[in-house]
């Protein structure tokens, strides 16, 4: 079955500092691949998202993220954090014509940022 | 006025009760979706809906049941409740209009709390 792996469970940062999450996933064939983020006691909203093009994607409030199809990567980046990107970020994966639209979603990474 | 709306947004009930949470959209999507999040699990797939007669099991649909009453609405059921059922609960929502895009609009979750 198709997999979603988020290698990080818990970051700790200090604001200003750079921020890399990890997500892979095992389909091999054709996807789509979603950054969601949720701050506290709210629900998913869409950070950024990837469906065909240039591999890096720029997203809302300076987030962006790479997807690199050899490595079936899809990190995601910010050069610099700030406290109000507390949160827990989402990765996921559509995978085109063989999940039948289903989002699968990995584990999840919480982010706190130390002011 | 939220797109996605989901009731009741919290629940505390007893083992054995039934419990029913209603998703309502008006975003005039075909697909509709319930998932459960739980702390370091992301987001479990339930049961999805692409048309009012389509009906599916995602990957932990035991102990659930859905009704999609109408292309809005899209109900979620425990007709027992345990407590390993206790999470927060998502309705989500897509539209395939695009190629496959997979991308969700979630409701604000219903927190359910079984003792």
Request: charged residues 20%; neutral net charge.
């Amino acid at each position: 079955a198709q997999s979603v792996s988020q290698h990080n469970h818990h970051v700790i940062l200090s604001e200003a500092a750079s921020l890399e999450l990890g997500c892979n996933y095992s389909y091999g064939g054709t996807v789509n691949l979603f950054w969601y983020v949720q701050y506290p006691g709210q629900h998913l909203q869409l950070l950024l998202k990837y469906f065909s093009g240039d591999p890096l994607v720029k997203g809302i409030k300076g987030f962006e993220a790479e997807f690199i199809k050899s490595k079936f990567s899809f990190n995601l980046r910010k050069p610099s954090v700030q406290w109000s990107d507390t949160a827990e970020y989402f990765c996921a994966v559509n995978a085109i014509y063989n999940q039948g639209g289903k989002l699968i979603f990995g584990q999840g990474t919480e982010l706190s940022v130390k002011p | 006025d939220a797109d996605v709306t989901q009731t009741p947004r919290n629940r505390i009930t007893k083992t054995g009760k039934r419990i029913m949470l209603e998703c309502s959209q008006t975003k005039g999507h075909d697909r509709m979706y319930w998932y459960r999040q739980d702390p370091g699990l992301g987001l479990r797939l339930i049961y999805y809906s692409f048309d009012v007669k389509d009906i599916n099991k995602g990957e932990i649909s035991d102990g659930y049941s859905v009704s999609r009453q109408a292309q809005a609405k899209f109900s979620l059921s425990l007709e027992s409740a345990i407590p390993n059922q206790t999470a927060l609960y998502f309705c989500a929502t897509s539209d395939f209009s695009a190629p496959n895009t997979g991308e969700l609009f979630f409701g604000e979750g219903s927190r359910l709390t079984v003792l």
